[in-house]
C-alpha cells in the first residue's frame, strides 16, 4: 500500500469522532490495570514529602513569581506537578506507543478499520493526556489537603497541566516514531533527567550564574514549571502568554510530525 497525503486540516480535531474509538479502545485494555497508570502518581507525591516537607523545613521560604517570599513546600509542589505531567505523558508516548507500534502490531491492526494514521496519532496522544490529567487533579487535591491553595488562580492549574502532557507527550510520540530498539530509550532519559533537575524545579532562578539562567529559561519543562507555580501563587503577568504559546507551538510540530511519520511507516 502507498503512502496517500495526510489530511492536516483535521489533524488537529482532537475531539475527532474516530479518534475517541481509540481513546475507548485504551480505556478497555487498562480497565484490569488500572494499578499500572495509579502507579505513576505516587512519585512526585514522595518527592514533596521527603524534598519539600522534609528540606524545606530547614529551607524556609525562597523568592517565587515576582521575587515574592514563599514557602519552599510551594515553591516545589506546582514544579512536581509541572514534572509529574511531562513524564506520564512521555512515559505514555515513549514506551507504551513504541511497544504498539513495532512489537504488538497495534496500529497497522487498527489502519484495517476507517481510522487514518493522524486519527491514531491524536487518539493516542488523548489517552496520554487522560492520564496525565488524572494526575494533575489527585496532585491537586493532595496541595489542598496540605493547605499548599493560596490563590484561586489554582483552578487553571490542571488545564495547564494538560498544556504540559500535550506538549510533552506529542514530541515523544515523534521522537519514538524514529527509534528502532529498546536501547534508544537510553537516550529519552538522557533528556528527561536534566529537565526534571534544572528547569527551576527545586531551586530558584538566582540561585544558578546568569549564563545558566537564560539556558534554564529557554527549556520546555521551565516554561511548565514557571506557568503552573505562577498560577498557584496568584502572580499573572505578560510571561505566562510566552509559556502558553511556546507549549502550544511545541505541542502543534510534534503532533504534526507523528502523523506524519506514522503515515510514513504503516501505510507503505
Avoid: C
Avoid at 497508570?37 to 515576582?66: H, K
Avoid at 506546582?78 to 506520564?88: D, R
Avoid at 488562580?153 to 521522537?175: D, K, N, Y
Avoid at 521551565?222 to 509559556?243: A, I, K, N, P
Amino acid at each position: 500500500m502507498t503512502a496517500s497525503p495526510l489530511p492536516l486540516s483535521g489533524l488537529f480535531t482532537l475531539g475527532s469522532r474516530r479518534a475517541r474509538h481509540l481513546v475507548e479502545r485504551n480505556i478497555l485494555v487498562y480497565r484490569h490495570g488500572w494499578i499500572v497508570i495509579l502507579s505513576g502518581f505516587f512519585e512526585p507525591l514522595f518527592y514533596l514529602g521527603s524534598i519539600g516537607f522534609g528540606l524545606g523545613a530547614l529551607i524556609g521560604t525562597v523568592n517565587g513569581p515576582g521575587g515574592q517570599p514563599i514557602s519552599y513546600q510551594l515553591f516545589v509542589a506546582p514544579a512536581l506537578l509541572a514534572s509529574a505531567a511531562m513524564n506520564g505523558a512521555v512515559m505514555e508516548g515513549t514506551f507504551n506507543f513504541f511497544f504498539k507500534l513495532r512489537y504488538s502490531k497495534t496500529f497497522e491492526s487498527i489502519l484495517s478499520t476507517p481510522l487514518s494514521p493522524g486519527d491514531v496519532a491524536v487518539g493516542e496522544l488523548i489517552w496520554a493526556l487522560i492520564r496525565g490529567g488524572i494526575y494533575a487533579i489527585a496532585f491537586t487535591i493532595v496541595m489542598a489537603v496540605l493547605g499548599l491553595i493560596v490563590s484561586p488562580w489554582v483552578i487553571l492549574a490542571v488545564p495547564a497541566a494538560l498544556l504540559i502532557g500535550f506538549a510533552f507527550g506529542a514530541i515523544a510520540m515523534a521522537a519514538t516514531s524514529f527509534m528502532r530498539t529498546w536501547q534508544d530509550f537510553d537516550l529519552i532519559q538522557l533528556v528527561i533527567l536534566p529537565l526534571f533537575l534544572f528547569s527551576g524545579t527545586f531551586y530558584p532562578l538566582d540561585a544558578y550564574p546568569e549564563s545558566i539562567r537564560f539556558v534554564i529559561q529557554l527549556t520546555p519543562l521551565y516554561q511548565g514549571v514557571d506557568l503552573l507555580r505562577s498560577l498557584v501563587v496568584g502572580h499573572l503577568d505578560w510571561s505566562l502568554l510566552f509559556h502558553v504559546a511556546y507549549l502550544v507551538i511545541m505541542g502543534i510540530i510534534g503532533l504534526t510530525i507523528v502523523a506524519r511519520r506514522l503515515d510514513k511507516l504503516l501505510l507503505k
